[in-house]
């Protein structure tokens, strides 16, 4: 099972849409969860840590499932530069896992007019 | 400003050459990762590093080498034994897992190596 899975998509919706992604991670150890967005041929950007409680920035809100072991991101009002690929990342703790970040594969989202 | 510098953006390399990707950043973080992007893919760890002179395998450290000689640097080396270099390779920093809840990664803009 990978350490982190989500599904690749595409996710094609149509500007205004609300759109949700998902993300599993395996290490029942993991303290810390953000999102990413990766627009094409540039560097991953954090988009927003992901807290216990929730958190909400605008139009993005994150949530964590602890007990399912899953956190979602949810876009609403969705615009075309909202189009990207969105990166689930987890930290990975314990000597099993070697304490670094571990990426997800990435959700491609494509706003259309 | 803080960031993260990776340097060159683009680099050119000849089969059977070692190069050697530049990754400095001055946001005093102990931790650095080298990770590889190929079209259309996800993120690929090949080495990352907790603190200066150690560095641990990631999932594809075959044909790579790095070194942690200093905080504020971790060159990669991509070595002949590499079949397949060519690719989009990403240098991240931050403050190491486990060691409070602001352990995001900082991205460099990346350097795009292409074998010819």
């Known amino acids: 099972r990978k350490e982190v899975e989500q599904d690749p998509g595409p996710f094609n919706v149509p500007e205004g849409a609300t759109v949700a992604f998902n993300c599993t991670y395996s290490?029942?150890?993991?303290?810390?969860f953000f999102w990413y967005r990766q627009d094409c041929r540039k560097e991953p950007k954090l988009l927003m840590s992901?807290?216990?409680s929730g958190n909400e920035d605008g139009r993005f809100t994150a949530q964590l499932n602890r007990a399912s072991q899953y956190i979602s991101l949810l876009i609403r009002d969705s615009k075309l530069s909202d189009s990207a690929t969105y990166l689930c990342?987890?930290?990975?703790?314990?000597?099993?896992?070697?304490?670094?970040?571990?990426f997800g594969a990435g959700t491609i989202l494509r706003v259309k007019s | 400003d803080g960031g993260i510098t990776q340097s060159p953006k683009y680099l050119f390399r000849k089969e059977g050459q070692n190069v050697t990707l530049s990754c400095e950043q001055n946001?005093?973080?102990?931790?650095m990762y080298w990770y590889r992007q190929d079209p259309g893919q996800g993120l690929r760890l090949i080495y990352y590093?907790?603190?200066?002179?150690?560095?641990q395998k990631g999932d594809i450290a075959e044909g790579y080498s790095v070194s942690r000689e200093k905080k504020e640097s971790f060159p990669l080396t991509v070595t002949s034994a590499q079949k397949n270099p060519t690719a989009f390779y990403l240098c991240?920093?931050?403050?190491?897992?486990?060691?409070?809840?602001?352990?995001?990664?900082?991205f460099g803009q990346g350097t795009r190596l292409t074998v010819v």
């Open positions: 990342v987890v930290t990975a703790l314990g000597e099993e896992y070697g304490n670094k970040l571990v």
């Open positions: 946001l005093n973080h102990d931790a």
């Open positions: 991240a920093s931050s403050i190491p897992p486990g060691q409070g809840l602001n352990t995001e990664a900082f």
């Open positions: 590093s907790q603190i200066v002179n150690d560095f």
């Open positions: 992901v807290y216990s």
């Open positions: 290490n029942s150890a993991s303290q810390s």
